[in-house]
Structure formats: structure tokens, C-alpha cells
């Protein structure tokens, strides 16, 4: 009897251990109270935490000038006391809303402190170039705003569409607050970044964990959301081109965001135009999303909403690539949250969890919960299928009315996998509230930089959205792929080629050792004095093969004056037809070519160069065969 007794004391304490060790309750109105009255006292810290990084007042600024947000105070292994565009703007966006939305009115001068100092950033020159070179794609800069002229990865095309979005969420507040004049001089900053992700968006860069060279689904993403909101601000303030020209390239984003989905794979393929021998998994696909929410959109897929088919069916499978290569997930249920890290092959710091990648994998549970949960309903579908079957296997393609118990099932599923994200990040914090970078993977130890401003900013807007606090709409929805297209006219083009600036091309092409050099001939371009611009859509025919990508460049400036590092991406969501809308000077003749890309090789079409003019007003599509 004895030994009975203790075999049952013993399988009850061992229960009790694994279930206190993940902090995953056993009961779930218990797990739910838990990372409410950890929600509770760690938001204070939190916001503590994330402006005590912000200059000049900050306890751990570091002395970083007014309006400046720092990474970290960690000035050695690794070093992060310097200021990146991205991570400050993902901040003040979390400020900007909290400020909007009434929660917080000390927070103004603050956002004016930002606001000036990203100001300032704009027009200092740095190894990216000059505020009208490309400067803007630096992405970090000295606490003292001073220019980082140390090797890096650069550019970085996500932080001018993030400024934008932030700013953009402040300038709104003022024309509903008769803060006009104060609207007017942050729109001359906020239409800097515009202009240059209008022309920039389909060139590569680096992403945001500045490892890979390519074209990015997050900053894709992003780009998109500023073009959107730009638009809408600029017809607001009465600039009818820009809104046009933001307009139409928002449109080609869109469109080329399809490029980024595998339906062999069944996810999001985080960096494409690129060969690092990954799998393409990555929380950069999940930062996407939830940085991409609008709350008025539903489960539309063509944003990627949070709990769109291709979204959820995404973050199964990032989600699952982190479950069998960390030791702290061991044991726990193909069901549960379990910690996240940026993607599966990372080696920094030996490649662990991050608090701000567990925090997202949250976020976007609560994202989908609330819009569920507004609507009433969940539709499952094919791609979906597989989310979620994890909460209720017997589930099938169909609409789930939130009177059904299948409704019912899947609710309590994703809201305890929500929640598991946020008790396994409070396993791994200290007592403190601090929240690093990293936690190991072996042991939930925190490492990295400590203090790490984005992460705080990751927990507060997790925190939020579990608690339906949502931003605000940014339009999103009923957007899809050529929805605003009204042109129909097709006309194939003369092709002339007028010999005046010969430049060699070398490529080399796939599947060979050999390398070909293309002549194209350059010439000058005529233009008319008027402003009115034409959009122009170019079609081109072109089969390619998986991976490999067409671009367009030019004679002019909107083309990207020949430059093939800088040649703008067409969207293939009409393959074999790949097209670009482009915003052209009316009245204007202009030679254009198209090259592919493939495994870092650049071949170009072939001579002659195509040309055209543009009429004088209106809108036109060229139907193009590469050559």
C-alpha cells in the first residue's frame, strides 16, 4: 500500500513539475489567468524598459540625443547602442497608437522628439548615399545621429515604409485635432520615404535580420502598407500625383506579393532572389502579418492578413520548424506554443529563441482570434486545413458559425496555443521583467543584448492585441491583385535602338560555365514640360524557371535610369505574363529593356531596345515577348 501510495504521489508531482516547469497549467481557465496577471505586471516593465532606451532622458540611452531610440544598452557582446530606423519606427508605432487611441497623453512630446530626429537622419549623408542617392536605405546611425560608416548590410528597404506608417498614424491624429500646419511639415519627411520606396520597392536589399541580400517578404510587405496609407494621406493634403503614383506602385507590390507563397510547400518563402541553401522558413513571414493587420479586413489573403488561409497555414509550419531543434521544447505537445526563434538554420549566438519571435507567434493567434471573433464565424480551407486540424482533428474545408461546437473547439485551441507563446517567454524571464534578445536554447537563459527595446515593444503590442486592443484600419481591406486596374488597350511596341552609350553586360547563364556579354545602347530621352504623368503597364511574356526573376530598367528616372542593381521586379501573378505598372511623364519617349535574374546572374534581353512614347494623358499597357 505503501509503495503505491508513493507511486501515485510521485506521478502526481511529476505532472505538476512539467506542467509548472513550461508554465502550461493543466487547466485552461487557470493557463488564461496566468498570462493575464502576467500581462499585468510585466507591461509596466515593459514600457519602462522601452523608454528608458529613448534619448535624452532615458535611464539607459546611453546619451543618445533627443528623440533617438537606441537598440540596447549593451555596448559589447553584442554591440546595440546605436539607433536602426526599422526597430524605432516597429517602437513608435506602438507610442504613436498608444498616443491616438487615447491611452496616453504624455506620450506627444515624445513623438515629436521622434519625429525631429528621424527628420534630421533623413539628410545625413551615409555610406547608402544622400537623402536623394539612396541615403535613406541606410539602415542604422550613431546615437548621436551622426552617419555608421562601418561595413554593414546595406541598404535596408523596410525602414523608410515603417517611418512612414508610424508618422503617418500621428499626421491622422492631427487633422482630426486641427493640427494642420503641424501635418504639413511631417508630410514633407513622410513623402521623402514614399518617393523612395515608390522607386525602390522591387530592387533588393538586405532584411530585417541583415543577413540575406534579396527581395524580402517583410519589407515587401511593409512597402505595400506605406504606399496604401501614403495614397490616402496625399489625397487627404491635396497632392493628387503622389497619391496616383503611390497608387499604382502600392497595386505592383500587391500583385508581387504572390511571389513570396510556395503552395508546393505550403508557406511563405521569407527571402526569394536569393540562394543560401534555406528553406525558406523564417519569422520574418510572421512579423509580416501581424505588422500588416487591419482590423476591418477580415481573413482576406491578398494582404496576408493574420487569419488569412496562407497566413495560418504559414505559421504552422514556422512554428513547427522550431519544435524538434530547441531543447527546451522537448516534450511538449504538437498542439502547443513552444519558443520560436528567427528561422531554423540561424547560427548567431548558436541560433536560439527570441523573446520578439514568441511574442509574435502570439500576436498573430490574437490577431486572428479577434477578427473571428468579430465576424462570428472561421472559414477552413485546403491550405488552412492543416492549422486547424492541430485544435480539432475531425475539421474540414468549410465556415464554422460561432453557434457550432467545431467554432467552439478551435477558439479554446488557438487561444491556449496563444497564450503557451507568451508563458514560455515568462518561463524564460527573469524576475525583473527585463527582456533580452535571446533566451538559449538548451536552457531558457537569457543572452544577447540585454534590454533589448524591441523586444519590450514585441511583449506590449502581444499584450494588446490579447486584450483586443487593435489599431487602427489602414485599408486593407478588399484589396486584391489587379482590382484597380481600369486600362484594357494592348498595343505591342516599335522596337528601335539609336546608338549612343554602349555599356557591356556580363551574365552568366544557368547551367553553363561559359559567360555571354550583352551591348545595350543607350540614348537620350524626350520629355515634355508638363507634370501630368501617364501609368504605364508593361506585360512581357517570359517562361523562367523556379527562383528566377524578370526585371525592367531604363532611359529614364522612373526606370531606373538603366541600372540593373536597381531595376525594378515585375509581378509574375499572371504567369507567363509578368508586368509592372510605372508612372511616366506625359508626352515622353523613352527606351527601356528587361533582364532576368537567377542565382546572383544578370542577363538582359536582347538587342534592339524597345521604345515608346507616352501619350499625353491617361493610362497604357505594352504587351511585350522577351527576346
Not at 532622458?57 to 530606423?85: C, E
Not at 503641424?182 to 536589399?205: F, Q, R
Not at 506585360?539 to 527562383?547: E, L, P
Request: glycine share 8%; hydrophobic share 35%; net charge neutral.
Amino acid at each position: 500500500m505503501v509503495s503505491k501510495a508513493l507511486t501515485r504521489l510521485f506521478t502526481a508531482i511529476t505532472l505538476m513539475y512539467s506542467a509548472s516547469a513550461l508554465n502550461l497549467p493543466l487547466d485552461k481557465r487557470q493557463l488564461s489567468s496566468t498570462v493575464t496577471s502576467w500581462a499585468t505586471t510585466e507591461s509596466p516593465i515593459a514600457k519602462a524598459g522601452l523608454l528608458a532606451n529613448i534619448g535624452p532622458d532615458g535611464a539607459k540611452d546611453g546619451g543618445a540625443k533627443s528623440g533617438v531610440v537606441i537598440a540596447s544598452p549593451s555596448t559589447s557582446n553584442p554591440d546595440y547602442l546605436y539607433t536602426w530606423t526599422r526597430d524605432s519606427s516597429l517602437v513608435y508605432k506602438w507610442i504613436i497608437d498608444q498616443f491616438t487611441a487615447g491611452y496616453d497623453s504624455s506620450l506627444r512630446t515624445g513623438i515629436q522628439n521622434w519625429i525631429a530626429s528621424e527628420a534630421r537622419l533623413q539628410q545625413v549623408s551615409n555610406p547608402s548615399g544622400t537623402v536623394s542617392s539612396g541615403g535613406l536605405g541606410e539602415p542604422k546611425f550613431n546615437i548621436d545621429e551622426s552617419a555608421f560608416t562601418g561595413g554593414w548590410g546595406r541598404p535596408q528597404r523596410d525602414g523608410p515604409a515603417l517611418r512612414a506608417i508610424s508618422m503617418i498614424g500621428y499626421v491622422n491624429w492631427l487633422l482630426n485635432n486641427n493640427g494642420g500646419t503641424e501635418a504639413s511639415t511631417i508630410w514633407s519627411y513622410i513623402k521623402l520615404d514614399l518617393d523612395y520606396v515608390a522607386s525602390n520597392w522591387g530592387s533588393t536589399g538586405f532584411d530585417l535580420w541583415e543577413e540575406v541580400n534579396g527581395n524580402s517578404f517583410f519589407t515587401s510587405v511593409v512597402q505595400h502598407r506605406a504606399l496604401r496609407q501614403g495614397a490616402a494621406l496625399a489625397t487627404a493634403l491635396g497632392d493628387s500625383t503622389r497619391a496616383s503614383t503611390y497608387t499604382t506602385q502600392a497595386g505592383s507590390v500587391l500583385c508581387y506579393l504572390s511571389n513570396y507563397w510556395s503552395s508546393s510547400n505550403n508557406y511563405i518563402i521569407s527571402n526569394i532572389n536569393v540562394n543560401n541553401g534555406r528553406s525558406g522558413l523564417d519569422t520574418n513571414s510572421i512579423l509580416a502579418s501581424i505588422h500588416n493587420f487591419d482590423p476591418n479586413a477580415g481573413c482576406e489573403s491578398a494582404t496576408f492578413q493574420p487569419c488569412s488561409d496562407k497566413a495560418l497555414a504559414n505559421h504552422k509550419a514556422v512554428v513547427d520548424s522550431f519544435r524538434s531543434i530547441y531543447s527546451i521544447n522537448s516534450g511538449i505537445a504538437s498542439n502547443r506554443g513552444v519558443a520560436v526563434g528567427r528561422y531554423k538554420e540561424d547560427s548567431y549566438y548558436n541560433g536560439n529563441p527570441w523573446y520578439l519571435c514568441t511574442f509574435a507567434a502570439a500576436e498573430q493567434l490574437y490577431d486572428a482570434l479577434y477578427t473571428w471573433n468579430k465576424t462570428a464565424s472561421i472559414t477552413v480551407t485546403s491550405t488552412s486545413l492543416s492549422f486547424f486540424q492541430q485544435f480539432l482533428s475531425s475539421a474540414t474545408a468549410g465556415t464554422y458559425s460561432s453557434s457550432s461546437s467545431g467554432y467552439a473547439t478551435i477558439i479554446a485551441g488557438v487561444q491556449q496555443m496563444a497564450d503557451d507563446f507568451v508563458l514560455i517567454n515568462k518561463q524564460y524571464t527573469p524576475s525583473s521583467g527585463a527582456l533580452s534578445e535571446q533566451y538559449t536554447r538548451s536552457a531558457g537563459t537569457p543572452t544577447s543584448a540585454s534590454d533589448l527595446t524591441w523586444s519590450y515593444a514585441s511583449a506590449l503590442t502581444a499584450f494588446n492585441r490579447r486584450a483586443s486592443q487593435v489599431p487602427a484600419s489602414w485599408g486593407a481591406a478588399g484589396l486584391t491583385c489587379g482590382g484597380s486596374t481600369t486600362t484594357t488597350s494592348s498595343t505591342s511596341t516599335s522596337k528601335t535602338s539609336t546608338s549612343s552609350t554602349s555599356t557591356s553586360k556580363t551574365s552568366t547563364t544557368t547551367g553553363t560555365v561559359s559567360t555571354t556579354t550583352t551591348t545595350t545602347s543607350k540614348t537620350s530621352t524626350t520629355t515634355s514640360s508638363s507634370s501630368t504623368t501617364v501609368a504605364v503597364t508593361f506585360n512581357v511574356y517570359a517562361t523562367t524557371v523556379w527562383g528566377e526573376n524578370i526585371y525592367l530598367t531604363g532611359s529614364l528616372s522612373q526606370l531606373q535610369n538603366w541600372s540593373p542593381d536597381n531595376a525594378m521586379i515585375l509581378s509574375s501573378a499572371n504567369y507567363p505574363t509578368w508586368s509592372i505598372t510605372v508612372n511616366i511623364p506625359a508626352s515622353t519617349t523613352f527606351q527601356y529593356k528587361y533582364i532576368r535574374k537567377y542565382n546572383g546572374a544578370t542577363t538582359w534581353e536582347s538587342d534592339p531596345n524597345n521604345s515608346f512614347t507616352t501619350p499625353s494623358g491617361g493610362s497604357y499597357i505594352i504587351n511585350d515577348t522577351w527576346r
